[in-house]
């Protein structure tokens, strides 16, 4: 199965920030990398996916770049928001194996 | 319209008791998912299932059997309920098979067991 770490734990950053959260995963048969948000009181929820034919997404503030070599991918917030505050998680190839989850604040 | 949708949302109940969740899905996906998620929000799967066929068992005791009467539908029902029991359990489903599609996560249940 999947060896899947997610960096940092926690992140706190001011209104306007940006934020960026590491995911490393072990299976480099891995093809699929997603990132869901959960808020509280909530389910995960998908915000953004890439396949390994591409090396970056981009939707609006939010963006995911992959390193397949580095068996990496990153998910990158720009002009963060205090509702963008939630945990977010990445599960490759959606292997059940989620990551620990990053809980992120956004300080107004 | 609730894409994923569970029954209770809040569960509270003594200690050896016998409970139900209920999970439905009206996004026509042919794979179902239980979740267990902790108080530190460790997300560990628990059961998957496949057009009502168990695909996947976590590791899971005996005391939680999940049931699918149609694939639109999982339900998790627990026996002889442990204080470690407690925790937010989420259902969700996807197209296809495991790996490369979106899931889609109802709201959770939390259970608390006293």
């Not at chain 1, 503030?61 to 998680?89: C, G, M, W």
């Not at chain 2, 299932?49 to 005391?63: D, F, S």
């Not at chain 2, 009467?69 to 407690?86: F, M, Q, V, W, Y």
């Amino acid at each position: 199965g999947e060896n899947v770490e997610q960096h940092p734990s926690t992140l706190s950053v001011q209104e306007g920030d940006s934020a960026v959260i590491k995911c490393t995963y072990s299976d480099s048969a891995s093809n699929y990398f997603p990132w869901y948000k959960q808020e509280l009181g909530k389910g995960p929820q998908l915000i953004i996916d890439i396949r390994s034919n591409v090396g970056e997404k981009k939707d609006q503030r939010i963006a995911v770049t992959l390193n397949k070599t580095a068996k990496h991918f990153s998910l990158h917030i720009t002009e963060t928001q205090p509702e963008d505050s939630a945990v977010y998680f990445c599960a490759p190839d959606n292997d059940m194996r989620f990551g620990a989850g990053t809980r992120l604040t956004v300080k107004p | 319209d609730t894409a994923v949708s569970q029954t209770p949302k809040y569960l509270v109940t003594q200690m050896g008791n016998d409970k139900s969740i209920k999970c439905e899905q009206n996004l026509g996906h042919d794979t179902m998912y239980w979740y267990k998620q902790d108080s530190k929000k460790f997300l560990k799967i628990m059961f998957s299932y496949n057009n009502k066929e168990l695909i996947i068992n976590e590791t899971v005791p005996n005391r939680f059997s999940p049931k699918s009467p149609d694939k639109a539908h999982l339900n998790l029902h627990i026996n002889s309920l442990e204080l470690g029991d407690s925790a937010v359990y989420f259902c969700a489903s996807s197209q296809g098979g495991i790996g490369n599609q979106p899931q889609h996560f109802g709201d959770g249940t939390r259970l608390s067991i006293l």
